[in-house]
């Protein structure tokens, strides 16, 4: 699939940078010459091949708006290189900026493939109706292999500290949960989820490492 490419590729010239592309400049000259020396690896237009603005539908509109325009960005930058002579110093910071942006959405250092990428996407940008959106202090996402050997996410909806553990809110996490499931489905995301919830204190705990 073309975003299998486009996210692969992406991850590859990131690696090529990893981690002083993200490092705010100005770079010392170290950190300058030893990227320039490897801008015949990252600043090509091949970089972005498999890019298609369709395969995003799990991104809000602003986040598929940067994207575009990064992507447009790099490729016309990376497209004016010449082959032997390589970058001139605008070239290649106006690339690295364009990569930066890009990699600002894709994140391939938090995400272990683009089936993460997408799914932890969807719970980003999930809408809820409002009358549950406002018990919901946040959700986090994690992937790992479950009892089947398959990639599985874990979910913990953490709920505000007014919400009860009564029969009302026992019914508002049925509905955060089928919520949850048929946004996944709605973007094709086959990996199964475990839905769990917590109240903020609890997982304020968590974060603290009182309890596990």
Not at 4 to 23: K, T
Not at 108 to 118: G, I, N
Not at 174 to 186: P, Q, W
Request: proline share 5%.
């Amino acid at each position: 699939m073309a975003l299998d490419e486009f996210f692969q590729n992406v991850n590859l010239a990131a690696s090529q940078l990893w981690p002083n592309v993200r490092a705010e400049p100005p770079l010392d000259e170290d950190q300058y010459s030893t990227m320039l020396n490897r801008a015949s690896r990252w600043l090509t237009p091949a970089v972005v091949d498999g890019f298609d603005l369709a395969d995003f539908g799990c991104l809000t509109h602003s986040e598929r708006s940067e994207l575009e325009e990064s992507v447009a960005d790099y490729r016309s930058i990376a497209g004016a290189v010449p082959d032997r002579s390589g970058p001139t110093d605008e070239q290649f910071r106006r690339g690295l900026e364009a990569l930066r942006r890009i990699l600002d959405i894709l994140r391939p250092d938090r995400y272990p493939d683009v089936d993460a990428f997408r799914a932890a996407k969807v719970l980003e940008n999930l809408q809820l109706p409002a009358d549950l959106r406002e018990k919901v202090d946040r959700i986090i996402e994690r992937f790992e292999l479950d009892g089947t050997g398959d990639t599985g996410i874990w979910i913990w909806v953490i709920l505000k500290e007014d919400v009860l553990w009564d029969q009302a809110s026992i019914r508002d996490r049925d509905r955060i949960s089928r919520s949850i499931e048929a946004a996944l489905r709605r973007h094709h995301i086959v990996m199964r989820p475990y839905i769990h919830f917590r109240s903020f204190s609890e997982q304020r705990d968590v974060e603290l490492g009182l309890v596990r």
